[in-house]
């Protein structure tokens, strides 16, 4: 068995695929993909594309990068996997070290999953369990931003947004209080991006005078919200909102598992939270951070929350006292997802990837000049390595297309009729790429964003 078709049948003859409708694939082609290298994926009969948009934004390296692959087979060789509950093992210690020294200040801890919703879970759990623990039972809600995406299990689904993700499972769902985000597409025009956030911000400082008392914690993603259709925000939010968390006695869970390990341009996007006071230091700490994705390079499925020993300590009694975080997974901090998750930041420090990508960032942004001009595009945004286009029907009024037009689908199509894979979300392309692309590339993937919006838009 060799060619596309047959790999293809079998799939759809017993692979349920993600987030997709499985009627489609009876006109769209799913693509079977054999062996990958770098930015490259390639399917059965050699045609290649480039994943620009780092295979759900996990693969930061490049896929089978080498120095992670010897790595990965070293663990192999020597210790695949473990329980961590009463043991534990040399990748988990050292990861844990290395996290909470290169992670905002004052985190401490790491507890450890196998996927980004779990993470998330541990945080809204951890918070509420730890307003239990000091005798604040009465602290059962969470404030949540519209157009906010943390995953797919029920706890991280109550706390995304309204959308077509969450909408059919309200029923099952708690009830977060949800604000307004500061998402600056809808700002006026001449409205500079600083402005309306801190504007913005007066939602979250009114839900919070609400509801301190009955809440635990905020959560957010900071900067950039990407599932939410790459929607982005000035960095004073956050700022404000440690502030205001503080002041009100509630917890901040930053969702950092899309845009930390330098998505945004700093390796975590909370450090680019700017000082309330001239002479502070730049940057938050939340008491909660969740990180995945590009945490092990888009290699394995790791997941960690990191949190301070203010968390720790109200945890930490007698057994009797039933304090404990009674929580796991079966795969909890397994070994070769650590030692990926540490040849990841052995790469980040070798390559000096941060500097290098500044150059690619920029880039990214002159090679997309003349989507800035186009009739069909509303806005073109980035933050770092992210940069997303917003497809129209009318860029003046920003008039967006049906939703059921299914436009961004199209680009899709072009996309992969001409080497590259992007995946809109609804009608908004964007660039993901791994940061191991070459200024060539980005060029390429550029012009094809550009000649797939213009044939998606050309009725
Ligand atoms: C992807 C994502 C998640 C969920 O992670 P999974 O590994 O897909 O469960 C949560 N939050 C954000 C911000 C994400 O982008």
Redesign the pocket.
């Known amino acids: 068995m060799s060619s596309n078709a047959e790999w293809t049948a079998r799939s759809k003859a017993h692979v349920w695929h993600p987030c997709t409708q499985m009627k489609d694939h009876e006109w769209l082609p799913l693509i079977p993909i054999k062996s990958a290298q770098g930015v490259w994926l390639e399917d059965f009969e050699g045609q290649r594309y480039i994943d620009a948009i780092s295979s759900?934004?996990?693969n930061i390296f490049g896929h089978r990068h080498p120095y992670i692959i010897e790595q990965l087979k070293n663990q192999l060789d020597t210790l695949d996997h473990v329980m961590l509950a009463g043991f534990t093992h040399q990748p988990v210690v050292e990861l844990s070290e290395r996290l909470c020294q290169i992670t905002p200040p004052g985190l401490s801890r790491c507890i450890y999953a196998?996927?980004?919703?779990?993470?998330?879970e541990v945080a809204l759990k951890m918070s509420f369990h730890y307003w239990k623990n000091i005798g604040k039972p009465q602290k059962t809600r969470f404030i949540a931003l519209e157009n906010?995406?943390?995953?797919?299990?029920l706890g991280?689904l109550a706390v995304?947004g309204p959308s077509m993700y969450r909408d059919t499972y309200a029923p099952l769902l708690l009830s977060p209080i949800f604000v307004p985000s500061p998402d600056c597409y809808e700002r006026a025009p001449g409205e500079s991006w600083e402005d309306y956030t801190r504007a913005q911000f007066r939602h979250m400082e009114r839900a919070l005078q609400q509801h301190a008392s009955e809440t635990c914690a905020v959560i957010l993603?900071p900067l950039v919200?990407?599932?939410g259709a790459m929607r982005m925000y000035h960095p004073i939010y956050l700022s404000l909102l440690r502030e205001a968390c503080d002041r009100h006695n509630v917890h901040l869970i930053a969702?950092?598992?899309?845009?930390g390990f330098g998505r945004t341009g700093t390796l975590f996007a909370c450090e680019q939270a700017p000082p309330l006071t001239p002479g502070d230091a730049s940057g938050i700490t939340p008491d909660f951070m969740?990180l995945?994705?590009g945490l092990v390079s888009g290699t394995l499925?790791l997941?960690v929350t990191l949190t301070h020993d203010a968390i720790y300590d109200a945890f930490y009694d007698e057994y009797k006292t039933g304090k404990a975080f009674l929580h796991s997974h079966s795969f909890t901090g397994n070994p070769l997802g650590c030692r990926a998750a540490l040849a990841t930041l052995d790469l980040f420090e070798r390559e000096n990837t941060l500097a290098s990508n500044r150059l690619l960032s920029h880039l990214m942004w002159t090679q997309t000049a003349e989507l800035r001009r186009h009739p069909h595009v509303a806005e073109v945004r980035q933050q770092g390595m992210i940069l997303a286009i917003e497809m129209v029907k009318d860029a003046q009024r920003k008039t967006p297309y049906p939703a059921s037009e299914r436009r961004g689908l199209r680009v899709y199509q072009y996309g992969l009729e001409h080497g590259v894979l992007l995946r809109p979300l609804g009608n908004v392309i964007y660039l993901m790429p791994p940061y191991v692309i070459t200024p060539k590339q980005i060029e390429h993937i550029a012009q094809v964003a550009l000649r797939g919006i213009d044939a998606a838009t050309r009725d």
Do not use: F
Request: charge should be negative; glycine fraction near 12%; proline fraction near 3%.
């Open positions: 759900w934004w996990t196998d996927n980004g919703s779990s993470a998330v906010g995406y943390h995953g797919e299990t991280a995304g993603e919200q990407c599932a969702d950092e598992i899309a845009v969740c995945s994705k499925p997941a």
